[in-house]
């Protein structure tokens, strides 16, 4: 084989390729353009080459400009490159716009990053979630021992949320706090 030829073989197998990912993503830039949501067809190609699936960031995007909300697909990608739940954290910037919560993309980002459900935290600062402890036994001091269970009220503070106390550790505390109630008492009837 002569160089022409593969020169054609290599332009040819590289134009197939090229049109595989501008079909492919044809539709997804169709769907952003007709929603209103900016999202250039370069972008939708170059997110298959870094691994990112374009239909989450672009499905993202439209969710959060039809709620009025305006983040970058920059923004959305870098989220999902380190290893966040871009869905997740979109739903959950609607879902604070709708009850009045000031919470940018960024604080929203960093609560989900950090493991925490940042949509389940959002709702729980609407709507106080009602934790009930295990059942704990304690001796009081008189040696007869008391069985108690204890109901909580929650509500998240999203200024607080990273680095605060999950539901485990606030069952951990109550827990410790009824242990210890008890035990100090000098008769199981205090």
């Not at 039809?66 to 990608?77: C, F, V, Y």
């Not at 979630?129 to 007869?144: F, S």
Request: hydrophobic share 55%.
């Amino acid at each position: 084989m002569d160089f022409a030829t593969i020169l054609i073989v290599i332009v040819s197998i590289a134009a197939i390729v090229l049109f595989y990912f501008i079909a492919s993503s044809i539709n997804l830039w169709v769907q952003a353009l007709v929603s209103g949501a900016k999202v250039g067809l370069l972008a939708i190609i170059f997110m298959r080459f870094r691994k990112v699936p374009p239909k989450l960031i672009v499905e993202s995007k439209i969710m959060a400009v039809k709620a009025g909300i305006s983040i970058s697909t920059n923004d959305l990608e870098s989220h999902f490159l380190a290893g966040g739940n871009v869905s997740r954290v979109v739903q959950s910037l609607i879902a604070a716009d709708k009850a009045k919560i000031d919470l940018i993309f960024n604080r929203a980002a960093a609560i989900d990053l950090a493991g925490r459900d940042v949509l389940e935290a959002v709702q729980m600062s609407v709507n106080p979630k009602v934790i009930e402890t295990p059942l704990i036994a304690a001796m009081a001091k008189d040696g007869i021992q008391l069985k108690a269970t204890c109901r909580v009220t929650v509500r998240a503070n999203i200024d607080r949320l990273v680095g605060g106390a999950g539901e485990e550790t606030v069952l951990a505390r109550v827990g410790e706090g009824i242990v210890t109630t008890i035990g100090s008492a000098a008769s199981h009837k205090e």
